[in-house]
């Protein structure tokens, strides 16, 4: 499949997101917050933080949100995250509880892409099926689990599908959006298309 097929069909959704929202009541509220509160030095603040984010990201039946607000507290991340450094994600991603390693690398992205909305693309299941696709279809280059798990490759391949379906006027939420909505939608048409070529 040659990247014009695979623009064609992201394009036909991307013209439907162009007319509605970009972001949902409960995101302009969270962006709203994060950007009132941008520091990440004091627990307390950062667990209000870790509060507002989708419940589903933190299991409290593991460990707790507070553990996580002091992890994220005693790695000093601010400077970073400005920066848009990516070894931060997989700092904060490793949690230690009670001698078990936890690798919470959604939550991760996430957190640090409401801090810097350009420079941090959130990993979650949909977007690695996409961007598997877009590997091993577009490029020719299946995927290795370090480039979807070690950060800076993440971003290095997120950087080079925004730019190659021509989305480089959204910002990194707005694209994770993007594919919550329709990133199935695409997968399955992508999919039939490819059928359809090769028939």
């Not at 959704?13 to 949902?24: A, H, I, K, T």
Request: with cysteine.
């Amino acid at each position: 499949m040659v990247i014009k097929d695979f623009q064609e069909v992201v394009h036909h959704y991307l013209d439907v997101f162009r007319q509605g929202e970009r972001y949902f009541d409960g995101d302009q509220k969270r962006m709203a917050y994060f950007k009132k509160n941008p520091l990440n030095e004091d627990a307390s603040e950062i667990l209000v933080k870790i509060s507002t984010m989708e419940h589903d990201h933190i299991d409290d039946r593991v460990y707790s949100r507070q553990i996580m607000a002091d992890h994220i507290a005693s790695l000093h991340i601010d400077e970073s995250l400005e920066q848009g450094a990516p070894d931060i994600v997989d700092a904060i991603a490793h949690l230690e509880v009670r001698g078990h390693t936890y690798f919470l690398y959604s939550f991760a992205s996430r957190y640090c892409n409401w801090h810097n909305l350009w420079e941090y693309p959130i990993y979650d299941p949909t977007m690695h099926r996409l961007l598997t696709f877009y590997g091993q279809e577009v490029n020719q280059r299946p995927l290795l689990a370090s480039d979807f798990y070690q950060y800076a490759r993440f971003k290095k391949w997120m950087l080079a599908f925004r730019s190659q379906v021509m989305m480089e006027e959204y910002n990194f939420k707005e694209l994770d959006t993007f594919i919550w909505i329709y990133g199935d939608k695409i997968l399955r048409d992508i999919t039939h298309k490819k059928q359809v070529v090769h028939l």
